[in-house]
């Protein structure tokens, strides 16, 4: 298995589901299901869509960690965030 780092783009239009569950900054809500992001809806939706290179998928994920990790802490102790955004990757 390699683990070079890719870096993953965007994927418009590649979304399965009908209506994307996509994340509300600053909060980190789903602004579809209004559960925390990402959802199971949207954890279904990129193991899909990544299912060839998880590492893109972590990633991308990590990137996103980091950007709510900035922008909870300023709201709310944010906390067990690498639970809700990497340990469900398969
Ligand atoms: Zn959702």
């Not at 783009?9 to 789903?30: E, F, I, S, Y």
């Not at 209004?34 to 290179?53: G, H, K």
């Not at 300023?74 to 398969?90: E, K, M, N, P």
Request: net charge positive; with cysteine; glycine share 6%.
């Amino acid at each position: 298995m390699t683990t070079s780092p890719k870096v993953p783009g965007p994927n418009p239009g590649g979304h399965v589901a009908d209506q994307p569950h996509l994340p509300m900054r600053p909060l980190w809500g789903c602004g579809t299901c209004r559960a925390e992001w990402p959802c199971q809806s949207a954890r279904a939706a990129l193991l899909i869509e990544y299912r060839a290179n998880l590492v893109a998928l972590r990633v991308y994920l990590s990137a996103l960690m980091a950007e709510a990790d900035a922008q909870l802490s300023q709201v709310s102790r944010a906390s067990d965030l690498y639970r809700r955004f990497l340990s469900w990757v398969g």
